[in-house]
């Protein structure tokens, strides 16, 4: 299963950016889809989960600013960014969790997208 990310960039402390997450290949089923991120020193951490029923979970630093959203149809995922911070600077990755043809599960991971909140 590939993932391919889009929608990283350099934003201004306040502004937005919208992330997507396509997954592609062979697989019976993904159940949760997920972005995550990754500061310079930092320790990779969930930044918000769907499953595919839509319950999802963030973390508390993004609780009221970013949104995550999914497409099961086209199997992407996306995560609406506002009111962006200095401290959301950080690599992006999105993940998904699923089941393979053969009901073996599978995790796969993005490639990752820088994000770069400056003035």
């Known amino acids: 299963v590939q993932l391919q990310a889009s929608g990283g960039g350099l934003v201004q402390p306040g502004g937005s950016l919208r992330l997507s997450c396509a997954a592609s290949?062979?697989?019976?089923?993904?159940?949760?889809m997920g972005w995550y991120r990754q500061a310079p020193g930092k320790q990779r951490e969930s930044v918000a989960t769907i499953t595919s029923g839509g319950s999802t979970v963030y973390v508390d630093s993004v609780k009221g600013r970013f949104t995550i959203s999914r497409d099961n149809a086209k199997n992407t995922v996306y995560l609406q960014m506002n009111n962006l911070k200095p401290d959301d600077t950080a690599v992006y990755y999105c993940?998904?969790?699923?089941?393979?043809?053969?009901?073996?599960?599978?995790?796969?991971w993005g490639q990752g997208t820088e994000i770069t909140v400056s003035s």
């Open positions: 290949g062979n697989f019976f089923s993904i159940n949760v």
């Open positions: 993940n998904a969790d699923g089941l393979t043809y053969y009901k073996l599960d599978f995790r796969s």
